[in-house]
């Protein structure tokens, strides 16, 4: 049974940061690209950052240079360091694998985290 189980998500003023984490089992860790998505209420869920298997790693263009993804395999934890945090990150945040290049199916999702980021 896959589990991913996310962490860190808090109330926040603007300008702090939080680490969020996402422990996986059931699955090869190692072989799935990780990533981090967010929901913010009435609006859909968008890729935020995510890293392969190789570690090569992607961005949303608003959260460039002030997010980090990273991973730790002998964990099976994928973490997203968020600093200098906006009013506009407040959402929950899912945590996402996939290994659907090897066949459909193998995408799984958390429960979510809600960040929520106070002006």
């Known amino acids: 049974q896959v589990q991913l189980v996310e962490s860190g998500g808090a109330l926040v003023q603007a300008g702090g940061s939080l680490r969020l984490s996402c422990a996986a089992s059931?699955?090869?860790?190692?072989?799935?690209?990780m990533g981090w998505y967010r929901q913010a209420p009435g609006k859909q869920r968008e890729l935020v950052a995510s890293?392969?298997?190789?570690?090569?790693?992607n961005y949303a263009d608003s959260v460039k240079g002030r997010f980090t993804i990273s991973r730790d395999n002998a964990k099976n934890t994928v973490y997203l360091q968020m600093n200098s945090l906006k009013p506009e990150d407040t959402a929950v945040y899912y945590c996402?694998?996939?290994?659907?290049?090897?066949?459909?199916?193998?995408?799984?999702w958390g429960q979510g985290t809600q960040v929520t980021v106070s002006s």
């Open positions: 996402n694998a996939d290994l659907t290049r090897v066949g459909p199916g193998n995408n799984y």
């Open positions: 890293i392969t298997s190789r570690r090569s790693t």
């Open positions: 059931g699955i090869i860790f190692r072989d799935y690209t």
